[in-house]
């Protein structure tokens, strides 16, 4: 089936401890995008790529990094500096231009141990 | 700026209750496209709608409507005898040329349908 895979469903990181969210597609979606979603303040943009090798901070990039190596793939790493990691966290596709809708994943719900 | 604005957090209704949630947004843009989304339990969410800036038909698709103002820059949701499966958080959104194709979300409006 074609669609959005974002692995794992829950994570626990421990203090000082990179972790690394998966997001994989395979609707040959050109642009993806990583959001933060906590409760009662919507969805913030954390980065997105727009291409293959580029991506670009969204609202909320401090403490995150990601890689954009294959168009199907586009991983988020939660670093030590993000001091307030525990959210869910969204994956999204969609073919470039404004007019695109996006395409979701079924999140990861990353919390402090 | 741009801004989109859901006043309602949340909408309690009873199964068959019509219930409509409000999206206002601001932009300066002439050039722009309106999206709702859903958000079941699950957590993904589902791309309902998209309306471009040109286009102020409402539209109607089956239990769902939406109805789009420019003069009031509102694209508001209806849905028609709801039921308890309607229960998720909506979002409506906009994105503009000028974004970059960065969507910009409204806080959202969690709405319950009891039976």
């Known amino acids: 089936d074609g669609g959005i895979t974002q692995s794992p469903k829950y994570l626990f990181r421990k203090e000082g401890q990179n972790v690394t969210l998966s997001c994989e597609q395979n609707?040959?979606?050109?642009?993806m995008y990583w959001y933060r979603q906590d409760p009662g303040q919507g969805l913030r943009l954390i980065y997105y790529s727009q291409i293959v090798n580029d991506f670009q901070k969204g609202d909320i990039a401090e403490g995150y990094s990601v890689s954009r190596e294959k168009k199907e793939s586009f991983p988020l790493t939660v670093t030590s500096a993000q001091k307030n990691p525990t959210a869910f966290y969204l994956c999204?596709?969609?073919?470039?231009?404004?007019?695109?809708?996006?395409?979701f994943g079924d999140g990861t719900r990353l919390s402090i141990l | 700026a741009q801004k989109v604005t859901q006043a309602q957090t949340e909408i309690s209704v009873v199964e068959k209750e019509d219930v409509t949630l409000d999206c206002v947004y601001e932009t300066r843009d002439t050039t722009y496209y309106l999206f709702w989304y859903k958000q079941p339990p699950s957590g993904e969410l589902v791309f309902l709608i998209r309306r471009n800036s040109f286009d102020e038909q409402n539209e109607i698709s089956g239990r769902y409507s939406w109805n789009f103002q420019k003069s009031t820059s509102s694209f508001n949701f209806t849905i028609t005898a709801s039921q308890v499966v309607d229960s998720a958080v909506y979002f409506c959104?906009?994105?503009?040329?000028?974004?970059?194709?960065?969507?910009?979300f409204g806080q959202g409006t969690t709405l319950q349908v009891k039976p």
């Open positions: 609707l040959n979606h050109d642009a």
């Open positions: 959104a906009l994105n503009k040329a000028s974004n970059t194709g960065k969507l910009i």
């Open positions: 999204a596709s969609g073919d470039r231009g404004i007019r695109q809708p996006q395409h």
